[in-house]
């Protein structure tokens, strides 16, 4: 497996293979998400329902690794994370259904030319349908980082959340864990209306906005602290919003990534 981890490795691929140039953007939803408080994660985070799926790539590839992006946001004190993002369960409140309907285990991904069984490095609780439920207590049985499973986390969201209110789940995994695996079970205690779909990030790129302008901020790929993901085929990429209380939460994404053999 390809590891693209110096300049040379960039140009090398881009001359064996031409490099993926995308535009994407998002507008605004229009509507700012309902904060979270101390049982439900803390902060007010809001998921963009506009999202991006890596594209087919030619034989003897497996993907791209993203070595430019630049994100553009609306001014504000808040934070932005672009990210592959990995379905793992849906809850429908009425009926307190289950569903692992399109849900996927966390992926193995080469890190460092070895192949690595990951977890969520943030997970979220998204409301995908505004809910009808007075302060319901949110139970996810999952698999931890470490592949033990029947694991718990327990969250009480707040009344009525919004569509794309996004509550975090870390700080109320079990003593100990510090990410996702697989999900196996989500339940609610009361509602009667809404879906709830818990997601598993692994971060591309990460910023905070602190003035009242438009930011953009450029990914340097070979500078992170965290591992630089493969993007591969039908993966798909998402924006969250932290801390955002605002209604204007547009962006505007250029990618640009190298192939992978």
Same mark, same amino acid.
């Given at each position: 497996?390809?590891?693209?981890?110096?300049?040379?490795?960039?140009?090398?691929?881009?001359?064996?293979?031409?490099?993926?140039?995308?535009?994407? $953007?998002?507008?605004?939803?229009?509507?700012?998400?309902?904060?979270?408080?101390? $049982?439900?994660?803390?902060?007010?985070?809001?998921?963009?329902?506009?999202?991006?799926?890596?594209?087919?790539?030619?034989?003897?590839?497996?993907?791209?690794?993203? $070595?430019?992006?630049?994100?553009?946001?609306?001014?504000?004190?808040?934070?932005?994370?672009?990210?592959?993002?990995?379905?793992?369960?849906?809850? =429908?409140?009425?009926?307190?259904?289950?569903?692992?309907?399109?849900?996927?285990?966390?992926?193995?991904?080469?890190?460092?030319?070895?192949?690595?069984?990951?977890?969520?490095?943030?997970?979220?609780?998204?409301? $995908?349908?505004?809910?009808?439920? #007075?302060?319901?207590?949110? =139970?996810?049985?999952?698999?931890?980082?470490?592949?033990?499973?029947?694991?718990?986390?327990?969250?009480?969201?707040? #009344?009525?959340?919004? #569509?794309?209110?996004?509550?975090?789940?870390?700080?109320?995994?079990?003593?100990?864990?510090?990410?996702?695996?697989?999900? +196996?079970?989500?339940?609610?205690? =009361?509602?009667?209306?809404?879906?709830?779909?818990?997601?598993? !990030? !692994?971060?591309?790129?990460?910023? +905070?906005?602190?003035?009242?302008?438009?930011?953009?901020?450029?990914?340097?790929?070979?500078?992170?602290?965290?591992?630089?993901?493969?993007?591969?085929?039908?993966?798909?990429?998402?924006?969250?919003?932290?801390?955002?209380? =605002?209604?204007?939460?547009?962006?505007?994404?250029? !990618?640009?990534?190298?192939?992978?053999?």
């Amino acid at each position: 497996m390809a590891v693209i981890d110096s300049i040379d490795q960039i140009y090398a691929s881009i001359a064996a293979n031409e490099p993926l140039n995308r535009l994407w $953007t998002g507008g605004s939803t229009g509507v700012a998400p309902t904060a979270g408080n101390s $049982t439900s994660g803390y902060s007010q985070n809001l998921r963009h329902p506009s999202v991006w799926t890596m594209p087919s790539v030619g034989g003897g590839l497996t993907g791209m690794y993203a $070595t430019a992006c630049n994100i553009w946001c609306p001014g504000g004190a808040y934070t932005a994370i672009l990210a592959l993002e990995y379905l793992l369960g849906t809850l =429908t409140v009425s009926g307190n259904v289950f569903s692992s309907t399109g849900a996927v285990s966390m992926p193995t991904k080469p890190v460092k030319g070895s192949s690595i069984v990951t977890s969520s490095m943030l997970t979220f609780a998204v409301v $995908t349908t505004a809910l009808t439920a #007075t302060t319901p207590v949110l =139970t996810t049985t999952y698999t931890d980082q470490d592949g033990n499973g029947s694991q718990s986390c327990v969250m009480t969201l707040p #009344t009525n959340p919004v #569509t794309n209110s996004a509550y975090r789940m870390q700080p109320h995994l079990a003593a100990g864990d510090t990410g996702v695996r697989a999900v +196996s079970n989500i339940s609610i205690s =009361t509602g009667s209306a809404g879906v709830i779909k818990i997601y598993g !990030l !692994l971060p591309i790129q990460e910023f +905070s906005i602190d003035t009242t302008v438009n930011r953009h901020s450029n990914l340097q790929p070979l500078k992170q602290s965290r591992p630089q993901w493969l993007i591969e085929p039908a993966e798909t990429l998402a924006m969250y919003f932290g801390e955002i209380a =605002t209604a204007n939460n547009q962006h505007m994404v250029q !990618l640009t990534g190298v192939a992978a053999s």
